[in-house]
């Protein structure tokens, strides 16, 4: 299975933490409190690129890249790419 298949087949598990919530809305200026489903959206949206590298995940879609921890499934952080 490939690792974005993995990261699909765990979908449930992914969360963040609330500083996780603070940093991902202030990163990607969203106005919503639902951050970990906005970020699963994202993360299922077919046009989403999925790449590991070491221990995280890169989910990359539109101008937002989301890491994710591997081994947690814990949405680390967002940035807006360039």
């Known amino acids: 299975m490939s690792d974005?298949?993995?990261l699909i087949d765990n979908i449930d598990k992914i969360h963040t933490t609330k500083m996780g919530i603070d940093r991902i809305k202030r990163n990607l200026k969203l106005n919503t409190d639902d951050v970990v489903g906005y970020?699963?959206?994202?993360?299922?949206n077919?046009?989403?690129r999925?790449?590991?590298q070491g221990k995280n995940w890169y989910c990359e879609i539109d101008n937002a890249r989301l890491t994710v921890n591997s081994y947690s499934y814990t949405i680390i952080t967002a940035h807006t790419m360039k």
């Open 46 to 48: 077919k046009n989403c």
């Open 4 to 6: 974005c298949g993995l």
């Open 39 to 44: 970020c699963k959206s994202l993360i299922m």
């Open 50 to 52: 999925i790449y590991r």
